[in-house]
């Protein structure tokens, strides 16, 4: 490994952690930052109901293809911003499967459907959190777009991510396979893409050139959010990183990441 620190360029006060798996074993490649210190997670958090979802699945209490919401979207509809809702409740609602439309309300409606009365926390909690000993893990009234966490709980979502923990493996192959892969749309921040790949829940790289850098494979998934958190898989070396930030998402990130990302990549896969 390098001996820069793995967040030059990023907010003082950040944290991050390099995971890999070897021969299905976790390895913690590096991690650099304060560990146990609580941050904003932001819509990281689509990453965690993402996958409670996944377990709804796998329990057979819903069905991915089941219709759940606006002009008949399913579940893997909302999941992945291929719903036609707008987002907020403010904006019109289009039909389903034909644009990526990023929506946190397309979340919250979700979300309300599956949990009906039962607090959303407290089914996180039930479904994901509590199982991998994610207890410092709250939110700020919002499940989908407000968790806040450490970084070792948040290694415990990359890893979830990297290796399907919790999920079947066909569950976990399905929530990281593109729904709808013909679909247009926009990453906040980043722009318009043709298409805009985005399995159920994290955004797939595909030809997009954006925050995900080019050393990272078409195959890539993984999310940020508004308060300057990045996770990261590359699922064909099984390596994974998740960064948090002390500032909000900006020009700084939209700067740093695409060459930042590009030289994790290099210490997770040595060429």
């Not at 990359?158 to 013909?182: I, K, N, Q, V, Y």
């Amino acid at each position: 490994m390098t001996t820069t620190s793995l967040l030059a360029g990023w907010p003082s006060g950040s944290a991050v952690s390099l995971l890999a798996l070897r021969d299905g074993a976790l390895e913690t490649v590096a991690t650099e930052g304060d560990r146990e210190r609580i941050y904003d997670w932001a819509s990281l958090s689509k990453l965690v109901v993402a996958v409670a979802v996944g377990v709804e699945h796998d329990w057979q209490y819903l069905k991915l293809d089941a219709p759940i919401g606006p002009s008949n979207s399913t579940v893997a509809d909302l999941l992945s911003h291929a719903s036609g809702v707008g987002i907020d409740a403010t904006a019109p609602t289009q039909p389903a499967g034909q644009r990526r439309i990023y929506s946190t309300y397309g979340y919250d409606l979700l979300v309300s459907r599956v949990v009906k009365d039962r607090p959303a926390l407290e089914w996180l909690k039930d479904r994901f959190l509590s199982p991998l000993g994610m207890n410092d893990v709250t939110d700020d009234g919002s499940v989908t777009a407000g968790l806040r966490g450490s970084l070792a709980s948040a290694e415990a979502l990359a890893t979830t991510w990297l290796r399907g923990d919790l999920l079947s493996p066909d569950t976990f192959a399905r929530m990281r396979t593109t729904h709808l892969p013909e679909l247009n749309g926009v990453v906040p921040g980043f722009g318009s893409f043709s298409p805009c790949p985005w399995a159920l829940g994290p955004e797939v790289k595909g030809t997009k050139d954006h925050w995900m850098g080019s050393q990272w494979p078409a195959t890539s998934y993984g999310h940020f959010g508004k308060s300057g958190s990045l996770l990261l898989v590359d699922p064909v070396a099984q390596v994974a990183v998740v960064a948090l930030s002390s500032e909000p998402f900006g020009q700084w990130a939209v700067d740093l990441w695409p060459a930042w990302t590009n030289e994790i990549h290099r210490q997770l896969v040595p060429r």
